[in-house]
């Protein structure tokens, strides 16, 4: 703290602080940076041959060597000029192939070094790609995902990172007569292409190709989560990736004030991971560590050790991956030093991060370094680069999101006594693959797309500060009294009422007369209950510590309330998962409200007809 009480920060600028707000018609308002977007390169192959070409053994990404019995070993590095000179190669083999939007790359993989260099040589080639997520091929039992996938794809190739992971996949979605690509194994009865193959192909035409490559040419395509429906495939630009590149680069000049270095495990089949953080690196001339560690109990270990050894610059991360981070720290001296010794500033998104983490995070940067470090974060989406909204000062609290990137406008929408942000500007998508109507109702009546997010101002007095995240317009509800529930609000309530025993929270009610909540349980929840390790989570969850303690929860969340639409009347304990084929979880760990409701509308009713074990409520009230 300073003399005066006000927390100190490490130094971090903010690009965008001030904002011009105009009114429309029928309530609307239209909000945009003050400061213009200045130009961006005409495609984000300009990157990586300007580095290569400027600095080519500086190290663009490294991966761990990973081990036949799972474990990892030493770093493995490609430098800018390997990566160019391996693009330039793969991207021949591309053109040979005569691959082209509508006979695109599907790449089976986690994030790894063949991903990252077919990626690059689709880049160079031209030819759109589609890291397909790898839940779809290795979790999913039935791979309708997949297959629908593949489906609106139509790929000219397939490539997959591992033949005993992916080959069961291949076997029930691709083609005969669809090429695969294999980087490890092989397939008994079918002909597939070694990897060594696309490394090993003369450059001779792709030079021209790449020159061709203009900002509407498409370079990925990015399947949505879905929830209830199938997933939509995202057309992703080169006008869009610069764009919103150079919007990122405004409104935070980190990224230029020297080369970024990331210690990342975000999937790159996201927007988040593969848009956001592998476009910053290539933009600013970083590094990409590639962390094969994970949020979760069995992955964690691998982000911890990573982070001891190589200290980013900036670092992003979800809700549970700072939460498990902030209570290492706490007891690990290694890693506080290492981690908080250059990083300038932590990023979260794909869910909200609860205050109590939050306070964590900041107890402990405090004590190593006497300051703290600026949680950044803002609102994004697929369909927006991701980057369209972020915060403008280190005064932040949790639902801040702040205000539009350069380049960028806002349309703020009343609805059903929520407001919409709607957006307009060159980072966003022109549409999804293969669905002109879906497309179509994508879009109003002024071109601006619709998020189906609320937002509310930071201070209405004063735009400048921004807006706050107010959940989503279709999660939102009515009681059978007419009364309104605000999902998102109040969601993230109950997670910082549970914390750290909730990862999080499906609101329930709609057309009820009260409000419940499932919960989703962490694996902290075990060390309440102290049980065996080979209790299952049933057996945990109905513990008379666990029981006890969520009573004690609910009590705190009706004290707290302030009405029908706020007081959560009872909880429920989740011990079956949500499933990812059900797309009622994505890769990241965030929950999809609508998908879960969907899915288990008969456990719902049973909840609320109080027909559910596992169920608490607050004292005074009816078991």
């Given at each position: 703290?300073?003399?005066?009480?006000?927390?100190?920060?490490?130094?971090?600028?903010?690009?965008?602080?001030?904002?011009?707000?105009?009114?429309?018609?029928?309530?609307?308002?239209?909000?945009?940076?003050?400061?213009?977007?200045?130009?961006?390169?005409?495609?984000?192959?300009?990157?990586?041959?300007?580095?290569?070409?400027?600095?080519?053994?500086?190290?663009?990404?490294a991966r761990r060597e990973k081990r036949a019995d799972g474990s990892t070993g030493d770093w493995q590095r490609i430098t800018y000029g390997q990566a160019l000179a391996a693009a330039?190669?793969?991207?021949?083999?591309?053109?040979?192939?005569?691959?082209?939007?509508?006979?695109?790359?599907?790449?089976?993989?986690?994030?790894?070094?063949?991903?990252?260099?077919?990626?690059?040589?689709?880049?160079?080639?031209?030819?759109?790609?589609?890291?397909?997520?790898?839940?779809?091929?290795?979790?999913?039992?039935d791979f309708d995902k997949l297959r629908h996938v593949l489906r609106t794809l139509t790929p000219g190739l397939v490539f997959a990172s591992d033949a005993a992971r992916y080959g069961?996949?291949?076997?029930?979605?691709?083609?005969?007569?669809?090429?695969?690509?294999?980087?490890?194994?092989?397939?008994?009865?079918?002909?597939?292409?070694?990897?060594?193959?696309?490394?090993?192909?003369?450059?001779?035409?792709?030079?021209?190709?790449?020159?061709?490559?203009?900002?509407?040419?498409?370079?990925?395509?990015?399947?949505?989560?879905?929830?209830?429906?199938?997933?939509?495939?995202?057309?992703?630009?080169?006008?869009?990736?610069?764009?919103?590149?150079?919007?990122?680069?405004?409104?935070?000049?980190?990224?230029?004030?020297?080369?970024?270095?990331?210690?990342?495990?975000?999937?790159?089949?996201?927007?988040?991971?593969?848009?956001?953080?592998?476009?910053?690196?290539?933009?600013?001339?970083?590094?990409?560590?590639?962390?094969?560690?994970?949020?979760?109990?069995?992955?964690?270990?691998?982000?911890?050790?990573?982070?001891?050894?190589?200290?980013?610059?900036?670092?992003?991360?979800?809700?549970?991956?700072?939460?498990?981070?902030?209570?290492?720290?706490?007891?690990?001296?290694?890693?506080?030093?290492?981690?908080?010794?250059?990083?300038?500033?932590?990023?979260?998104?794909?869910?909200?991060?609860?205050?109590?983490?939050?306070?964590?995070?900041?107890?402990?940067?405090?004590?190593?370094?006497?300051?703290?470090?600026?949680?950044?974060?803002?609102?994004?989406?697929?369909?927006?680069?991701?980057?369209?909204?972020?915060?403008?000062?280190?005064?932040?609290?949790?639902?801040?999101?702040?205000?539009?990137?350069?380049?960028?406008?806002?349309?703020?929408?009343?609805?059903?006594?929520?407001?919409?942000?709607?957006?307009?500007?060159?980072?966003?998508?022109?549409?999804?693959?293969?669905?002109?109507?879906?497309?179509?109702?994508?879009?109003?009546?002024?071109?601006?797309?619709?998020?189906?997010?609320?937002?509310?101002?930071?201070?209405?007095?004063?735009?400048?500060?921004?807006?706050?995240?107010?959940?989503?317009?279709?999660?939102?509800?009515?009681?059978?009294?007419?009364?309104?529930?605000?999902?998102?609000?109040?969601?993230?309530?109950?997670?910082?009422?549970?914390?750290?025993?909730?990862?999080?929270?499906?609101?329930?009610?709609?057309?009820?007369?009260?409000?419940?909540?499932?919960?989703?349980?962490?694996?902290?929840?075990?060390?309440?209950?102290?049980?065996?390790?080979?209790?299952?989570?049933?057996?945990?969850?109905?513990?008379?510590?666990?029981?006890?303690?969520?009573?004690?929860?609910?009590?705190?969340?009706?004290?707290?309330?302030?009405?029908?639409?706020?007081?959560?009347?009872?909880?429920?304990?989740?011990?079956?998962?949500?499933?990812?084929?059900?797309?009622?979880?994505?890769?990241?760990?965030?929950?999809?409200?609508?998908?879960?409701?969907?899915?288990?509308?008969?456990?719902?009713?049973?909840?609320?007809?109080?027909?559910?074990?596992?169920?608490?409520?607050?004292?005074?009230?009816?078991?």
């Open positions: 703290m300073s003399a005066a009480g006000t927390p100190r920060y490490r130094p971090l600028a903010f690009g965008v602080t001030r904002a011009h707000l105009r009114p429309g018609e029928g309530g609307v308002h239209y909000l945009r940076a003050e400061q213009d977007l200045q130009p961006p390169a005409q495609h984000m192959t300009e990157r990586l041959v300007h580095w290569a070409t400027q600095d080519p053994d500086r190290l663009l990404i330039r190669s793969i991207g021949q083999a591309l053109v040979d192939r005569g691959l082209s939007a509508e006979r695109p790359v599907a790449i089976l993989s986690e994030n790894g070094l063949e991903h990252a260099l077919l990626a690059l040589g689709c880049l160079y080639a031209g030819v759109p790609h589609c890291p397909v997520s790898p839940a779809y091929s290795t979790i999913s039992q069961k996949a291949i076997a029930a979605t691709v083609p005969a007569d669809v090429e695969v690509v294999l980087a490890a194994g092989d397939l008994p009865g079918r002909t597939v292409t070694p990897w060594r193959g696309m490394l090993d192909t003369e450059p001779t035409t792709v030079d021209a190709a790449m020159q061709a490559i203009g900002p509407d040419t498409i370079t990925k395509f990015l399947f949505t989560s879905g929830s209830t429906k199938l997933p939509k495939g995202v057309i992703n630009t080169h006008r869009m990736w610069c764009a919103n590149q150079q919007q990122m680069r405004q409104s935070m000049p980190v990224l230029t004030e020297e080369p970024p270095v990331l210690v990342d495990w975000l999937p790159w089949n996201h927007t988040f991971g593969g848009n956001h953080n592998v476009g910053l690196v290539l933009t600013n001339g970083g590094t990409l560590y590639v962390d094969d560690g994970k949020p979760t109990p069995a992955l964690m270990a691998e982000t911890l050790r990573n982070l001891r050894e190589i200290a980013p610059t900036v670092y992003f991360n979800v809700p549970t991956g700072f939460e498990a981070i902030a209570h290492a720290m706490k007891s690990d001296a290694a890693l506080r030093r290492n981690l908080l010794s250059r990083v300038r500033m932590f990023f979260y998104a794909g869910a909200a991060l609860g205050q109590p983490v939050w306070d964590l995070l900041h107890e402990v940067q405090e004590a190593e370094l006497g300051e703290r470090i600026v949680m950044g974060t803002g609102l994004g989406m697929t369909e927006s680069s991701p980057f369209a909204i972020f915060i403008t000062n280190p005064q932040v609290r949790s639902g801040d999101i702040g205000l539009p990137c350069p380049g960028m406008e806002l349309k703020l929408v009343p609805v059903d006594g929520k407001t919409e942000v709607r957006y307009k500007g060159p980072n966003i998508t022109p549409g999804y693959w293969r669905a002109p109507e879906a497309t179509a109702e994508a879009f109003d009546e002024e071109g601006f797309f619709r998020t189906g997010d609320a937002v509310c101002w930071i201070d209405e007095s004063n735009h400048h500060l921004g807006l706050r995240f107010d959940g989503r317009i279709a999660e939102d509800f009515k009681l059978a009294t007419g009364t309104f529930v605000s999902v998102g609000p109040l969601r993230a309530k109950i997670i910082a009422a549970g914390a750290p025993y909730v990862q999080d929270a499906v609101v329930t009610g709609e057309n009820r007369n009260e409000v419940g909540a499932l919960l989703i349980p962490t694996p902290k929840v075990r060390q309440l209950a102290g049980l065996d390790d080979g209790a299952s989570l049933q057996q945990v969850l109905e513990s008379a510590p666990v029981q006890a303690h969520f009573r004690k929860v609910a009590d705190e969340l009706a004290r707290a309330a302030t009405g029908s639409a706020t007081r959560v009347a009872r909880l429920h304990l989740l011990h079956e998962p949500p499933s990812i084929d059900k797309g009622e979880v994505t890769d990241k760990g965030s929950i999809n409200q609508r998908a879960v409701l969907h899915h288990r509308a008969a456990l719902v009713q049973a909840f609320h007809e109080e027909r559910l074990p596992l169920t608490v409520k607050p004292q005074g009230t009816a078991a």
